[in-house]
């Protein structure tokens, strides 16, 4: 969270550094190798939950040549579902705030006419269908964690 200036209440830190972004091919080779797949119109999430938090949450983007032939057309493709992702963050927010589990996840584009409204749309869409699922995954490996210190001891 960050203060705004104008005022002193707190606003969304809406900031997606460069640090967050999905990057090596081996993390890219284990997302593709097992991860969850959803599906919307035009745009295709694709994430992998690790139960260690030092994974970290990195996200990825995805604009293939074999669907967008135009370098421009997957470049700015790309830089849409940038600013898409990062302005709506916050949907996934509130599950990383406890810190107790780690996520790959990179959106591939299927389409190559696609608007803001289309990425917004789909985004949105996919981001609660990811939170819905990692809500579950992090709720079932809360009740495991007890069980395997009991073990150890």
């Known amino acids: 969270m960050k203060k705004d200036p104008n005022s002193g209440e707190t606003t969304p830190d809406h900031s997606l550094p460069r640090s967050k972004i999905l990057r090596g091919r081996r993390n890219f080779e284990r997302l593709f190798e097992k991860s969850t797949v959803y599906n919307s119109d035009s745009l295709q999430l694709r994430f ?13 983007f995805i604009a293939p040549k074999k669907r ?16 898409v992702y990062r302005t709506n ?31 917004y749309r789909d985004m949105i869409f996919l981001l609660k269908q990811a939170r819905d699922k990692l809500f579950i995954l992090s709720k079932k490996s809360e009740k495991k964690a007890p069980d395997n210190i009991n073990r150890l001891t």
């Not at 992998?48 to 990825?60: H, L, M, N, Q, S």
């Not at 996840?105 to 608007?115: C, G, H, Q, R």
């Open 48 to 60: 992998r939950y690790y139960a260690d938090p030092a994974e970290g949450c990195f996200v990825g």
């Open 68 to 83: 967008i032939r135009k370098a421009v057309r997957r470049n700015k493709i790309k830089r849409l579902m940038r600013e």
């Open 89 to 119: 963050q916050h949907f996934l927010g509130d599950i990383f705030s406890e810190n107790t589990f780690g996520m790959h996840a990179v959106f591939i584009a299927n389409k190559e006419s696609l608007t803001y409204g289309d990425i």
